[in-house]
């Protein structure tokens, strides 16, 4: 099954308004004292305005990752520009802890038990995280182990994939406050609130980060951001790793057609979790793990100067020999202003193990692209042929890496990318030629 827009329910909420509300980010209510948050119907003000909307510009923090190809970030929804990071988003090159709360509906006597559904999601996204970072974030969940009774039937909320935001203010408002005297949100980077999956009125299309650009406060913290996950049991296939991306301010990488009919994968196909969930190869591409600290600068070839070069590079997804190695992972070209040529190798190791293809990748990154609207695309090195059609969620694109012996002159550049040779230990030697070289 494929390019069904079952297959890509992901995402987060889309670009509306509510009068005195402004949403952004994924994170949960926080920053006032509990007790005043419970005080009365005023507290709740605010939470009944909720709605979703896109990006505010954040605080910029320094990045220790800024150099000649370091694309700039921009107002862009999670613009992928890594000079600077965006300081309402946690970023994840530390442990982050997450409350999961499970909720239920007096329509319904859940199925499941907690338990149960912390075990879809968890330890195979704190693994997930673990791998794609080499080590270096840790995603620590701490579930609670009972139903939170909702005061209102499911069929209630009118849950869906593009949810009224009135409806989904609602929700968010009384999941807040009846979990309120029993979790200190102060304690937790992450909010997941999940549905009981069978009740009737919930919608395993509507699983969304829902972003909050005045943000809730709860016993002293701000909750920027809320993972509203309404899966089934099992769910989908690395569909937390998603939206949990988002918190990270990663963007959606799918495109979805404007009738919801046609292929959604035309951008990444396989490649990277933020493209879809179901991919072959799922691991994050180099480019986002170098913006979310996962991989340093020294990790990083920026061809510049108009010299051809020569790079050995390491899979993106194969674990490091020690956890103090720095192989090259990654090799930058800058086309524009905002736009960059990233080359990286991809191999059946880690995330991707299950990969329908192995070689060297090549793909486009645009900053000033929003999520959703393309601000990745992989480079099809093979555009006459397609690969894994019983398996690949886009079968044109599931062999666009370049293999040993091969060169791409990419459309639209003067930029050619040859592969020489593949090491016993698996690093790719790689000749970059970029605009202006003989």
């Known amino acids: ?12 909420v889309s670009r509306t308004r509510e009068p005195e509300v402004h949403v952004e980010g994924q994170q949960p209510p926080g920053g006032v004292e509990r007790s005043r948050l419970r005080a009365g119907a005023a507290s709740f003000t605010a939470l009944a305005a909720l709605a979703a909307t896109g990006l505010v510009a954040g605080p910029a923090a320094a990045a220790p990752s800024a150099g000649p190809c370091a694309l700039p970030r921009t107002a862009a929804h999670h613009s992928l520009g890594l000079d600077s990071w965006n300081g309402s988003y946690p970023r994840p090159d530390r442990a982050l802890d997450a409350v999961m709360i499970f909720l239920s509906f007096p329509d319904a006597a859940p199925l499941t038990t907690p338990e149960e559904l912390a075990a879809d999601h968890f330890p195979a996204t704190t693994e997930f995280f673990q791998r794609a970072s080499y080590g270096r974030f840790t995603l620590r969940p701490h579930p609670r182990t009972v139903w939170t009774p909702m005061p209102r039937p499911s069929t209630a909320y009118d849950i869906r994939r593009d949810w009224d935001a009135g409806k989904r203010a609602e929700y968010l408002r009384d999941a807040v406050a009846a979990v309120d005297d029993s979790v200190d949100f102060s304690r937790y980077d992450i909010v997941y609130l999940v549905a009981d999956p069978d009740a009737p009125g919930v919608d395993s299309d509507a699983t969304k980060v829902v972003n909050l650009e005045h943000p809730l406060v709860a016993d002293g913290a701000k909750i920027r951001r809320v993972v509203t996950v309404f899966e089934r049991h099992p769910p989908d296939r690395n569909v937390l790793a998603h939206e949990t991306g988002h918190v990270f301010d990663l963007p959606d990488l799918y495109r979805r057609p404007a009738d919801g009919k046609g292929d959604w994968d035309t951008h990444v196909g396989d490649w990277d979790v933020m493209g879809s969930q179901f991919g072959l190869a799922p691991d994050p ?36 020999a020690t956890p103090e190695a720095r192989s090259t992972r990654l090799a930058v070209v800058r086309t524009g ?102």
């Not at 099954?1 to 987060?12: F, I, L, P, S, Y």
Request: proline share 7%.
């Open 1 to 12: 099954m494929r390019n069904d827009a079952n297959r890509h329910k992901v995402g987060e």
């Open 285 to 320: 591409f180099g480019w986002h793990k170098w913006k979310l600290g996962w991989l340093d600068r020294s990790q990083v070839a920026c061809v510049q100067g108009g010299e051809p070069r020569v790079v050995g590079l390491e899979p993106v997804s194969t674990a490091p």
């Open 337 to 438: 202003r905002d736009s960059v040529l990233a080359i990286e190798a991809r191999a059946a190791t880690g995330n991707d193990a299950d990969t329908c293809t192995e070689g060297v990748l090549v793909y486009r990154v645009r900053a000033r692209e929003a999520s959703g609207e393309g601000p990745v695309q992989v480079v099809d090195a093979h555009p006459g042929t397609e690969a894994c059609w019983e398996r690949s969620v886009y079968p044109p694109l599931a062999d666009a890496p370049l293999e040993v012996g091969e060169t791409l002159t990419v459309p639209g550049t003067d930029v050619r990318v040859e592969v020489s040779d593949r090491s016993e230990s698996g690093v790719w030697t790689v000749k970059i030629t970029p605009p202006g070289a003989d």
